[in-house]
């Protein structure tokens, strides 16, 4: 045992160890004990570690691949889509994480060369049977953009118009209803009530990004797509957003990608960070961002890589 | 950004590298002058001891601004509620140093008693926990940290023979009860300076694993 008293330092030589530690020890300060090696991203990726699966998921997903051409865009991706959660998707720009969350309700049909392999389910129905059909689909797995597109039509017409052309009102009355819910769970119906023959795009940033979410709660969804919805808003409209978030989530499963880690961390409760394609980690918000197990993930969030 | 806060990240550990030198280097003269009883240095201890508390401050100002403009995230994040929390046990350590050296003062007014405790062994054992739990942190080195929590319970057997010993002592030379009473109190210093060691360690280990271990959840 190493008990020499001689060992601590006199006056003397105090300074001359300070120097010392400071400069050649205590640099990288970079613990790895834990941590998955970095993993050459040519080579064929391992299983995502952490909990990727839940007991009773809304979505699940399996072994998803994503083509543009002969482009692999997303490799091997595993996850379920728990119900009544929000789960997030960060990662660089390109990682993947926009075309994933594309695959869930197919709106990658519409782009020309993508193919999509591998298994993705809505409460055990396979979304890519040749037998479905999208437009239902898209009514259940609803998606906001980053940008607010309202239609040009009045606020009413923005969120009646879905409700209409799927048949979900017999009457002009149920229609009112529907609309008035709809604004009601968007948080938008007290700033709207008096003005909804008003154009959507006449509101402001924030309310119009509100009104998109009226709009995809309005068909009476079930998973709701968030694709950066808070990147083109105000700190104020992006806290009523993430407000909103949170109370829609006990209605909805909430699947939101986002570049700000903040937003990640205070909206979700599982969290998936993808890299070049791969999704690499997915675990509770609170433990990815306290103590992430791959080091790509950690490298990430901590601004080391981006 | 990352530059800047990486620059941030360096100085603060330089500043809690220079904070736990000076309190190591205090630790050191507590101990001598247990050994020597010399009121000089035991005043030194306590003069000095404001030295330590502006450190201590400061790195704590460091760690609230790195905290509310980076808002920094896993191991960042851990290592800036490592460094509070290690802040906090080197600023009390200092506090031991000098609780030690005023019980050497009271002590040291009188030369001859009829009975001695020989602190030397505690005093090192403690002081080594120090150093180590400070190594650990400077090499970010686990199996030196776990080393130290192992150390605490050799200083506690210590302090329960003091106990025992100066009880004794007490009962048989009660018009010393004065002195015994500061010598026994000498014990509980070092034994708190082991404590805050202890926790060093614990806060280096949450620092590489991320997982919370007191409270003996490690066994």
């Given at each position: ?15 001359e ?28 990726p ?33 996850v ?84 209409k ?36 795009t ?105 | ?31 001598k ?56 046990d ?24 009829s ?34 929590l ?8 210590i ?22 009473i ?38």
């Open positions: 045992m190493d008990t020499q008293l001689s060992i601590i330092p006199t006056d003397q030589d105090k300074t160890r300070i120097d010392i530690r400071s400069k050649d020890r205590m640099t990288d300060l970079r613990p790895g004990k834990k941590m998955e090696p970095l993993k050459d991203h040519r080579d064929e391992g299983a995502t570690i952490g909990e990727p699966f839940v007991e009773d998921p809304r979505m699940t997903c399996r072994d998803v691949n994503v083509y543009y051409g002969n482009k692999r865009a997303i490799r091997n991706v595993s379920d889509i728990a119900g009544n959660e929000v789960i997030s998707m960060i990662g660089p720009s390109g990682c993947g994480k926009s075309t994933f969350i594309r695959c869930l309700n197919r709106m990658n049909d519409t782009i020309e060369g993508c193919r999509v392999t591998g298994e993705i389910t809505l409460d055990g129905m396979d979304i890519y049977d040749k037998h479905v059909d999208v437009v239902p689909l898209r009514a259940q797995v609803g998606m906001v953009f980053q940008k607010p597109n309202p239609f040009p039509k009045s606020i009413f017409d923005n969120v009646a118009y879905g409700p052309i799927h048949g979900l009102s017999r009457s002009r009355l149920e229609l009112d209803e529907i609309v008035e819910s709809s604004l009601k769970k968007a948080g938008l119906w007290k700033e709207v009530k008096d003005q909804l023959d008003q154009p959507g006449s509101l402001s940033g924030g309310q119009q990004q509100r009104l998109c979410i009226a709009r995809a709660i309005a068909v009476g969804p079930e998973v709701i797509l968030m694709d950066e919805p808070c990147s083109a808003l105000d700190p104020i409209a992006t806290g009523r957003i993430e407000d909103l978030i949170h109370e829609l989530r006990r209605q909805f499963s909430i699947v939101i990608v986002t570049h700000s880690m903040q937003q990640a961390a205070r909206v979700s409760q599982r969290t998936a960070y993808f890299h070049l394609g791969n999704l690499i980690e997915v675990g509770q918000t609170d433990q990815v961002f306290t103590s992430p197990r791959h080091r790509l993930t950690q490298d990430y969030i901590t601004g080391r890589i981006g | 950004m990352t530059k800047h806060f990486d620059r941030e990240l360096e100085k603060l550990k330089k500043k809690i590298l220079s904070l736990s030198a000076l309190v190591e280097e205090r630790v050191y003269l507590a101990i002058a247990i050994e020597s009883r010399d009121p000089d240095l035991a005043e030194r201890i306590i003069r000095s001891d404001h030295e330590i508390d502006e450190i201590e401050v400061e790195v704590e100002e460091e760690c609230l601004k790195i905290l509310a403009l980076y808002q920094p995230v896993a191991v960042d994040l851990r290592l800036i509620v490592t460094v509070i929390k290690i802040n906090n080197l600023e009390r350590i200092g506090d031991e140093a000098v609780n030690i050296a005023e019980r050497i003062q009271s002590i040291a007014k009188r030369s001859t008693y009975f001695h405790f020989d602190y030397t062994e505690m005093a090192e054992i403690a002081a080594a926990m120090l150093k180590q739990s400070l190594d650990a942190l400077v090499n970010l080195d686990i199996d030196t940290a776990f080393r130290v192992t150390l605490d319970d050799e200083v506690d057997d302090q329960s023979k003091a106990y025992s010993q100066i009880k004794k002592a007490m009962g048989e030379h009660p018009e010393e009860m004065t002195y015994l500061n010598l026994y109190l000498i014990s509980r210093h070092l034994e708190r300076i082991a404590d805050h060691a202890t926790n060093i360690a614990e806060e280096v280990i949450y620092l590489i694993e991320g997982e919370i271990i007191r409270h003996g959840n490690y066994l």
